[in-house]
């Protein structure tokens, strides 16, 4: 059974840092990439940050040097390190697995104020 659970989000003040987790069970060899997609209110979902099957990263210009995304293989869980926080990144936070993300978790909320 492929699910992916997210954890960590919560309110936070602007500047602030909140950690997000996602454990993943299930995933085959065409779910090794991963990443964080974000839909704040009123927004389309929106592509965060993104970790290949080779360890290579992508983030989003809004987030760049603030977010930080890691894995622990061991552990089947992939991280969000989210620093300075703005209100602009307010949001639903879902992970996702596969390129295309064809697996996704039930999102974890995000507020900052």
């Known amino acids: 059974h492929v699910q992916l659970v997210e954890s960590g989000g919560g309110s936070v003040q602007a500047g602030g840092s909140l950690r997000l987790s996602c454990t993943a069970s299930g995933l085959t060899s065409d779910e090794a990439d991963m990443g964080w997609y974000r839909q704040g209110p009123g927004n389309p979902c929106e592509l965060v940050s993104y970790?290949?099957?080779?360890?290579?990263?992508y983030y989003a210009d809004s987030v760049k040097g603030r977010f930080t995304i890691s894995q622990d293989e061991a552990a089947n869980t992939l991280y969000l390190q989210m620093n300075s926080l703005k209100f602009e990144v307010t949001g639903l936070y879902y992970c996702a697995a596969g390129d295309p993300a064809n697996v996704w978790g039930q999102g974890t909320q995000v507020t900052v104020s």
């Open positions: 970790v290949s099957r080779d360890g290579s990263t």
